[in-house]
């Protein structure tokens, strides 16, 4: 089964408008923490916003913000005031403990961003 | 400076061959990993090493051998290349690999494409 699901392979906004990326997670731990990056084409990955599962308040990080819904397991990507630089890869992450110790960062198959005049 | 850096860019070779990827981190960080993009941009963890010591070794082929010679330093050999080694290889460090909080810092990505 998927770890993370990302359902949107593409979406366009128009600049200036918000745009909401959705991700949906799968996991039976309690503790795990939920992450966004971001991929332009030039192909570096950005680190964009981190929740913590025990995190009351949805985190926000500048035009950022992350929509955090733990009874439906989903943690969208909220970008508002679109801009052109804003078009790229957008990836999701969860990471969760392993059985004898340690943790792992698992990705979603991303949604690709893009940003029209 | 770059924090994580990793190297060569682009390696294009013939199938058979062996290579190898260097990564190198300048963050003090005590984790390195190494994961594959492939040409649908999934993103997969293939090693994590902490403080030298192999702690993550998913379901890769063995023609791939991290070495760490040190904490600052994580290397992907690749042997007998095939062409579905064909990907991005991002080299990643974190702080401790510890928290559940941290964050991945990624090198810039090495584009291999065996022919």
């Known amino acids: 089964a998927q770890k993370i699901t990302q359902t949107q392979p593409g979406m366009f906004v128009q600049e200036k408008e918000a745009v909401t990326l959705d991700c949906t997670y799968d996991?039976?731990?309690?503790?795990?923490?939920l992450f966004w990056y971001k991929q332009p084409s030039s192909g570096e990955m950005i680190f964009l916003i981190y929740q913590g599962s025990y995190d009351e308040q949805n985190a926000t990080e500048g035009r950022y913000s992350l929509n955090f819904q733990k009874a439906r397991k989903s943690a969208n990507l909220v970008i508002s005031a679109s801009q052109l630089g804003d078009s790229a890869m957008y990836f999701c992450?969860?990471?969760?403990?392993?059985?004898?110790?340690?943790?792992?960062?698992?990705f979603g198959t991303g949604t690709q961003l893009k940003v029209e005049l | 400076d770059t924090a994580v850096s990793q190297t060569p860019k682009y390696l294009v070779t013939q199938m058979g061959n062996d290579k190898s990827i260097k990564c190198e981190q300048n963050l003090g960080h005590d984790t390195m990993y190494w994961y594959k993009q492939d040409s649908k941009k999934f993103l997969k963890i293939m090693f994590s090493y902490n403080n030298k010591e192999l702690i993550i070794n998913e379901t890769v082929p063995n023609r791939f051998s991290p070495k760490s010679p040190d904490k600052a330093h994580l290397n992907l050999h690749i042997n007998s290349l095939e062409l579905g080694d064909s990907a991005v290889y991002f080299c990643?460090?974190?702080?401790?690999?510890?928290?559940?909080?941290?964050?991945?810092?990624f090198g810039s990505g090495t584009q291999l494409s065996v022919l």
């Open positions: 996991t039976s731990d309690q503790s795990y923490g």
């Open positions: 990643a460090s974190s702080p401790t690999g510890g928290a559940l909080s941290e964050k991945l810092f």
């Open positions: 992450a969860m990471r969760e403990g392993l059985t004898g110790g340690g943790n792992k960062l698992t």
